[in-house]
Nanobody
Framework: QVQLVESGGGLVQAGGSLRLSCAAS????????MGWFRQAPGKEREFVAV????????SYNDSVKGRFTISRDNAKNTVYLQMNSLKPEDTAVYYC??????????????????WGQGTQVTVSS
């Protein structure tokens, strides 16, 4: 049974940092891009960042570019999201996900097949 478990969320003041982790179990995803999405109350789930299967290519939502960094450790079947200079508008539930397609990077939730349960990130002003 495939499971993705996020951790590292919490409450932080504006300008602070958090590091999210997402550990996958049940199968290996070393050939699949992995991404982070977030969903704020009353809003649709939005793309945050994606990393290629090899970790050599990354892409970010413009709103987080320069502040967030996605990385992965295929030996640990884990993906990370380092979030710096956090803003109140970053407040949301953050989800990690595995691409539906090998080697192909996607930006829409429909392009992802496995999802974690989410971790709450709250940034106070």
């Amino acid at each position: 049974q495939v499971q993705l478990v996020e951790s590292g969320g919490g409450l932080v003041q504006a300008g602070g940092s958090l590091r999210l982790s997402c550990a996958a179990s049940g199968r290996t995803f070393s050939n699949y891009p992995m991404g982070w999405f977030r969903q704020a109350p009353g809003k649709e789930r939005e793309f945050v960042a994606v990393i290629s299967w090899s970790g050599t290519s990354t892409s970010y939502n413009d709103s987080v570019k320069g502040r967030f960094t996605i990385s992965r450790d295929n030996a640990k079947n884990t993906v990370y999201l380092q979030m710096n200079s956090l803003k109140p508008e970053d407040t949301a539930v953050y989800y990690c996900a595995v691409s539906r397609f090998m080697y192909r990077v996607g930006y829409s939730p429909d392009e992802y097949s496995y999802w974690g349960q989410g971790t709450q990130v709250t940034v106070s002003s």
